[in-house]
Each structure stands twice: as structure tokens, then as C-alpha cells.
């Protein structure tokens, strides 16, 4: 039987984000950026009409911005709305795509849950960062999400996106990122403010964030990671 300690992933200390989107904006400002999942297909004439699709965000603040998604109906979109770089392709063959400029921050936010081969996807990053010596930035819905555990035990149902095909917590993903040669530069928790939909939920979350996920993140929305190749090659090219 193996030892309990084998099981046992002490959570990192983690800073509280309030604004996903403001935070990913920060770190790609005057970069050259790869956005994977650029379209946020279905919601790509929603987010557009009301100015919350991150890849407009980016465009603003970024040196350049490539747009990666698999959604022509998405990119369509985009496209009319003036997004010029905006390809359709597969992110589990991101290895395979050229770009003529180095890219230096790959923003994966809310797509490893969407995938059914994560793994593939990881693979082709970390291939493509190789060459391009870029950084990831990656974040996904937290499993230990206390409004989910709170609906799954009094309300007996499952708060999750009808597209999502996993959960991640801190010791799940930082070990998916490790088999792919990955290794975590800064972890956060974030709890987005953005996201509440009436003053209300604002308030009761902007509480919450400076009671409850303040000294407990690990329990807070969602999870950002910063990630860099832990291949030597990568110093080689």
C-alpha cells in the first residue's frame, strides 16, 4: 500500500487576482502574444457586443497578437470586426504552426477544460516555446471552487460549463505542466470581479474576496499559472 504522503500536495502560497482579464492584459502589454482559444466560441457576438472578449483587451495592449481557434464561425466574427491575425488551427498541433516574428507569451485562459487531449495541446506548446523562447500563461476553473462544492452539497447540482470535460486544482495542473517539460514561474488564485452580473454579486464577491479568499484562495474561482520550458534545448535554438 503506498504512503500517505504520496497523496498529499500542500497547497503554495497564493496571491488573490480580482480582474482575470486586467492581469493577463498586464503581463502581454508591449509583448508579442499567441492567443490560443481567441474566439471564445459561442460567445463570440456577445463578447464582442459588449466589450468583454479578451483578444480585444489584448489587441489594445499587446505589441502583436496572433489569434489561434478551430471555430471558423468565431473568427468570422472577429474577422468583420476588424481582427486581422486571426487563424483557424488545431492548438494540439500548435508545434506545426508558423509564425514569422518570435512570440513571447502564449495565453491559453479557459481552454485546457474544453480539450479532450489537454496533453496533446501541452505537447505542442512546449514544442513551440522551444522555438520561439516564449512564456505560458495558462488559467483554468478552479475544482475546489467553493460556490461549486456549495451547490453540489445543498443543492445537489453541478455548476460547469456544457463544453467542460475536466476539473484542475493546483497539484493537477502543475503536474500536467510538469510531464510536458513545463515548470510553474508564479501561481495565482483569482476570483473575478468582472464576472458578477448585478451590483449585488459584485458586492457580496468583492466581500468575499477581501474576507474569505484573501486568506483562503485555494478555495477561490479560478487558477493562473505562469510557465516556462524546463527543456535545456530550448537554450539551444
Not at 87 to 107: A, G, S
Not at 118 to 140: D, E
Not at 187 to 213: E, G, H, I, Q, W
Amino acid at each position: 500500500m503506498l504512503p500517505n504522503s504520496l497523496f498529499t500536495h500542500r497547497i503554495p502560497t497564493l496571491a488573490l487576482v480580482n480582474d482575470r482579464q486586467a492581469f493577463i492584459a498586464n503581463a502581454c502589454k508591449n509583448r508579442s502574444v499567441l492567443h490560443l482559444g481567441c474566439a471564445a466560441w459561442p460567445f463570440t457576438r456577445q463578447s464582442l457586443s459588449d466589450g468583454s472578449l479578451l483578444h480585444m483587451t489584448l489587441e489594445k495592449v499587446s505589441k502583436r497578437v496572433v489569434g489561434i481557434d478551430i471555430s471558423e464561425e468565431g473568427l468570422s466574427l472577429l474577422r468583420s470586426a476588424g481582427f486581422v491575425e486571426c487563424i483557424n488551427w488545431d492548438v494540439e498541433k500548435l508545434d506545426e504552426l508558423q509564425i514569422d516574428e518570435p512570440i513571447e507569451i502564449i495565453v491559453a485562459g479557459e481552454i485546457l477544460e474544453h480539450l479532450s487531449n489537454p496533453g496533446l495541446c501541452l505537447r505542442s506548446i512546449s514544442q513551440f516555446m522551444k522555438h520561439h523562447r516564449s512564456v505560458l500563461l495558462v488559467s483554468v476553473p478552479n475544482a475546489f471552487c467553493l460556490r461549486r462544492l456549495v451547490t453540489l452539497i445543498f443543492r445537489r447540482t453541478e455548476l460547469v460549463h456544457p463544453e467542460h470535460t475536466a476539473y484542475y486544482s493546483v497539484a493537477t495542473l502543475s503536474e500536467l505542466l510538469r510531464r510536458y517539460h513545463l515548470n510553474i514561474r508564479e501561481l495565482y488564485a483569482y476570483s473575478d470581479l468582472t464576472s458578477a452580473s448585478t451590483p449585488l454579486k459584485r458586492f457580496v464577491k468583492l466581500a468575499a474576496n477581501a474576507s474569505l479568499f484573501r486568506f483562503a484562495p485555494q478555495i477561490s474561482e479560478g487558477i493562473i499559472a505562469i510557465a516556462e520550458s524546463s527543456d535545456e534545448r530550448c537554450s539551444q535554438n
